[in-house]
């Protein structure tokens, strides 16, 4: 079964840092790109960006280049998606997903809460 | 880049039909055939429900089809059930340096 696992849901503070992980197993993780996904408290979905895990080629969606760095460790099959300098404004659930031209399947995803 | 457009909420009684659109431009919608919908419940993650404009993934039922008509993409379920209320999102591919694009979302609810 293909399957993507999130890392636990994190609490942290105005400009901490922070690095969360996707880790793929039932296929050839360096075979496909993964995406990450940003949904916002009640709100849509937004294409961040993407990594190819074969290569680490990485491309971001124009809103998040510069935000954040998507990476990823195919070793361990784990792609991660971090921040350097988090601000209340990024709380939200971030989702990971493989991208075969669709996002199929879809990570659990992983709540980030970021609050003085 | 905006985010594709969809009505905010639709609604219908079961065992009815109905159709949510999705309205682009010709920079995604209109310029590829990779138009994906995915199903979201309250709390959990997004599903896929249709792929590559009218594509149905193994799994999903055949009540569910999709279509598209130059920069606008459309969903729909037949034969609505209570199962079928959730949030629906739109996805179109817009280029390599874009990326891709959601829709807003669309709250169905079955009456």
């Known amino acids: 079964e293909v399957q993507l696992v999130q890392s636990g849901a994190e609490v942290k503070k105005p400009g901490e840092s922070l690095k969360i992980s996707c880790k793929g197993s039932g296929y050839s993780f360096t075979s496909y790109w993964i995406g990450w996904v940003r949904q916002m408290p009640g709100k849509g979905l937004e294409w961040m960006g993407i990594?190819?895990?074969?290569?680490?080629?990485?491309r971001y969606s124009p809103s998040f280049q510069g935000q954040v760095t998507i990476s990823a460790d195919k070793s361990i099959s784990t792609a991660y998606l971090q921040w350097s300098s988090l601000k209340a404004s990024d709380t939200a659930m971030y989702y990971c997903?493989?991208?075969?031209?669709?996002?199929?399947?879809w990570g659990q995803g992983t709540l980030v809460t970021v609050s003085s | 880049q905006s985010a594709l457009t969809q009505p905010a909420s639709v609604s219908g009684s079961p065992g009815q039909s109905i159709t949510i659109s999705c309205t682009g431009t010709s920079s995604d919608v209109g310029g590829y055939n990779y138009v994906s919908w995915y199903q979201q419940h309250p709390g959990k993650a997004p599903k896929l429900m249709i792929y590559d404009v009218s594509k149905r993934p193994s799994g999903v039922s055949n009540r569910f089809s999709g279509s598209k008509s130059g920069n606008t993409a459309s969903l729909t379920i037949s034969g609505l059930q209570a199962e079928d209320e959730a949030d629906y999102y739109c996805c179109s591919y817009a280029g390599s340096s874009t990326l891709g694009v959601f829709g807003g979302g669309t709250k169905l609810t079955v009456l």
């Open positions: 997903a493989r991208i075969t031209g669709w996002f199929d399947p």
């Open positions: 990594i190819y895990p074969g290569d680490s080629d990485t």
